[in-house]
């Protein structure tokens, strides 16, 4: 029989505030960057895609917290 999946509680007791769910996120990320690099390859460097990878953070800082559609 497999390993039992007990869920994210035990980081959610032994690391305080929401710094367990930012090390899980780089984890997942870190993991993830190589087979999206193999997959995408030389696309990722077209110009438009660039400007878009680079401006997309900046869109939503001038926006106050009222305009954002999400929770």
């Known amino acids: 029989m497999g ?3 007990r869920g994210g509680g035990a980081v959610g007791r032994r690391v305080p505030g929401t710094t367990g769910v930012v090390a899980g996120m780089l984890v ?5 960057l ?5 997959q995408a390859g030389a696309d990722l460097l077209t110009p438009a895609l660039l400007a878009a990878g680079l401006g997309w953070p900046s869109c ?3 926006c ?3 305009w ?4």
């Open 34 to 38: 190589p087979f999206g690099l193999v």
């Open 68 to 71: 954002k559609w999400w929770p």
């Open 3 to 5: 390993a039992v999946h």
């Open 64 to 66: 106050p917290t009222r």
């Open 28 to 32: 997942a990320a870190l993991v993830a």
């Open 60 to 62: 939503p800082a001038p």
